[in-house]
Structures are given as C-alpha cells and as structure tokens.
C-alpha cells in the first residue's frame, strides 16, 4: 500500500454505531445527530451546516451509518483540495436527477461529478444503468482490473454492494463476497495512493441482531486496511 490514511471516523447520524461498540471506542465520533432530516436526503442548508462541522476531515476513512446517509461523502470529496480519481463500491448507481436545493443518496453521484476536484469516477455494480456523464464509468466487479484511476484515489463503500449472505443491509444487495471486496481494495491499495475512504451499509436496527457483529467485523477488517497495514489481513 502506498498510503495509509492518518485518522479514522464514525460520523453518528443516528445511534447506530451503539451496536459496534469495539468499532467506536478505534475512532473519533462527531454527532451529528441532533440534526434532522438527513436521512435519505438532505437540504442544501443542512450540507452547510454539516460541512462546518466535518470541515477538518482529510487523508481519513469515515462510518456514515447505513446506506440512506450515503449522500454525505460528497461533503467528504469537497474537503479534498487535489484532483482525484473517485472509486465508488456499491449496488446502486447513486447517479439521478432529484430536487432543486437537495441532494439525495440516489443523486448525490451527479452531484460529485460537479465538483471540480473529482476528474473521474467508477462505480464497480452490478445495476446496468446508462448514465450520459463523460467522467463516471460503471464497470461489474469482476471487471476492475480494467480501471486505470489518473490520480490519486478516494473511495466510498456501500457494502450492499455485498451478498445478503455475507451480511444484510437495509437495501437489495449484490452478489459480492467480503473475500472479493478486499481482493479488490488490495488490487488498488497496491497500485494506486489512497488520499480518503468512507464506509456505509449497516445492517437495520434490530435488537440483538447477528448482522451487527458481522457488519462490525468487516469494518473492523476495513479499518485495519486502511490505516494499519495490509499483512493484518492475513489468514
């Protein structure tokens, strides 16, 4: 790996990060959850707001909760002053037209091909989805060997991106395994510097829910990747 990120992050939207206590007590937490409506989407006002308070975070890999607060890595990629090239892990291609003054975690792609910063962007899913933007490719996960990232690296995980089989997440999932998701990470980790990282696609809330430890176990796993080294993946 040719970079390690310096930080790591939960960003506590709501109270999930209670049910992956090991997880929380390894990173910094900002709660953010005094702020309402920022589930599914969120106002342009509320982004201003948010912003202030994560305005400081760089060369750092975040927890966003589940995937309905995917939207908020696009306040993550505005915090990165370099160009990059954004690598995106997800089921669903976040790439739509929605309402004027919001952002949503199904449009918030198109809003990061906006930005200046973000020279290109793929997303590695399984959804067929034409999107008439020069800078997003969407390649399957089989195919990445065949992306070839200009610049330095950010990439955001949705782990729906994962088969319900490995772990439940609160959307219709793909078909990927943990084994094939870190195969991949190795693959650009190996390659390519990694400037930032976020994490989404927590199980739903249910008390007592296997699905917790083995969400939390791979972001474990994803936290000793980035910022640690990659001989801990070992075995």
Not at 135 to 164: C, G, V, W
Request: with cysteine; charged share 20%.
């Amino acid at each position: 790996m040719k970079c390690l990120l310096s930080s790591s992050y939960v960003l506590m939207f709501d109270n999930y990060y209670s049910f992956q206590p090991r997880l929380k007590s390894l990173c910094k937490t900002i709660d953010l959850s005094n702020i309402s409506s920022t589930r599914y989407m969120c106002s342009t006002n509320t982004l201003e707001m948010i912003s202030d308070k994560i305005k400081n975070i760089k060369n750092s890999l975040c927890f966003l909760g589940s995937g309905d607060f995917h939207h908020f890595t696009l306040l993550l990629l505005k915090n990165i002053s370099q160009k990059i090239s954004l690598i995106v892990f997800d089921k669903h291609v976040d790439y739509s037209n929605f309402f004027e003054g919001f952002v949503s975690c199904g449009s918030w792609l198109k809003d990061a091909c906006d930005l200046e910063n973000v020279a290109e962007v793929f997303v590695l899913s399984e959804e067929k989805k034409n999107v008439e933007n020069q800078k997003l490719k969407i390649a399957l996960p089989s195919e990445y060997r065949k992306i070839q990232p200009r610049f330095d690296i950010y990439i955001s995980i949705d782990k729906d991106i994962l088969s319900s089989s490995s772990l439940k997440t609160t959307w219709d999932q793909g078909s990927c395994d943990v084994a094939t998701l870190f195969e991949i990470l190795s693959y650009f980790a190996s390659k390519y510097t990694i400037i930032g990282s976020d994490v989404c696609g927590e199980p739903p809330v249910n008390f007592f829910s296997p699905e917790h430890k083995k969400s939390e176990d791979i972001n474990l796993r994803l936290l000793s990747f980035f910022t640690t080294s990659l001989q801990l993946l070992a075995g």
